[in-house]
């Protein structure tokens, strides 16, 4: 399976990154030891297991410090690695290699380090029919790049931002007075096109949603027991959608009720960087 990432949300990335390392006077390390002519190659390798993602990220990061490096990726995102295992190969302009390695491998370690926790979580389903999917808990500014590296790990993506889909949670319901004030709201507000969710952590709650009608449902912090009563309730007519406190070692139990989804802050806001490195010899 192929993953696409928008080239203009890569580019202006790129060019803040490589802004914020090189400030006003560039590599200045770089600039007094390496000559102005030294080539050189490199390899990007694993130093642990994984899944890949950020691929082109990392190859515009080279390309951007110099378009006559080269970057042949041995791999594509969204690819289990093992310790050792070649990534990427780099072969060009020494100076420029250097001055983008850092901002290459940030990328690429965090992205993968997202891609390989999903995949963690998205083995541990896989014997049901729910998804893993993440939510809005992710590094300001890098969330398309995240939820990006959570497709690459198998799982699914929640809404990118407040302005693609209502998700009417506690709050809302507390300051609209109810779970029904707050759908009836909702429903004269958006367009037909427009998808809503709200939030129950009751049984209680979920009877007023169903008699008021929503395309998908969040039982927030719910036991199995309650989820599989939730499950049964719906029977079907909306997307149930779990949350609250989900981990590797629950998640299976929580897949097992029959719910269709299962929201992981912890796919972004919890993923160990993956052990990347660049080794590099003189030309």
Same mark, same amino acid.
């Given at each position: ?139 300001? =500014?890098? @969330? #398309?790049? &995240?939820?990006?590296?959570? *497709?690459?790990?198998?799982? !699914?993506?929640?809404?990118?931002? $407040? +302005? ?62 309650? =989820?599989? @009563? #939730?499950? &049964?309730?719906?029977?079907? *007519?909306?997307?149930?959608? !779990?949350?609250?406190?989900?981990? $590797? +070692? ?34």
């Amino acid at each position: 399976m192929s993953f696409d990432l928008s080239p203009l949300l890569v580019d202006d990335a790129i060019s803040a990154a490589l802004a914020e390392d090189l400030g006003r006077a560039g590599d200045i390390t770089t600039q007094a030891t390496i000559p102005a002519r030294a080539t050189a190659r490199a390899v990007i390798a694993a130093r642990e297991t994984g899944v890949v993602a950020g691929l082109p990220l990392a190859r515009a990061a080279f390309r951007r410090m110099d378009q006559n490096i080269g970057f042949e990726a041995w791999l594509e995102d969204g690819a289990n690695v093992a310790p050792r295992a070649i990534v990427a190969r780099i072969d060009g302009p020494a100076r420029a290699i250097l001055s983008a390695e850092r901002v290459a491998l940030n990328y690429l370690g965090r992205l993968s380090g997202v891609a390989s926790l999903t995949a963690q979580y998205a083995a541990r389903v896989a014997h049901t029919k729910a998804k893993v999917c993440d939510t809005r808990k992710t590094t300001p =500014l890098l @969330r #398309a790049f &995240e939820k990006y590296a959570v *497709r690459c790990g198998g799982g !699914a993506n929640h809404r990118f931002g $407040l +302005d693609d889909a209502v998700l009417i949670k506690d709050n809302h319901i507390a300051v609209a007075g109810g779970v029904v004030p707050a759908l009836r709201a909702a429903k004269r507000f958006v367009g037909h096109l427009v998808k809503i969710e709200i939030e129950v952590d009751t049984l209680a709650q979920l009877k007023d949603v169903l008699a008021e009608g929503a395309d998908a449902v969040l039982l927030d912090n719910m036991t199995p027991d309650d =989820l599989r @009563r #939730a499950v &049964e309730m719906v029977g079907g *007519r909306m997307i149930c959608e !779990a949350s609250g406190g989900v981990t $590797l +070692d629950t998640v299976a139990e929580i897949a097992e009720t029959g719910v269709d989804l299962i929201s992981v802050g912890a796919l972004t806001h919890s993923a160990k960087v993956l052990d990347l490195g660049l080794d590099i010899e003189i030309a």
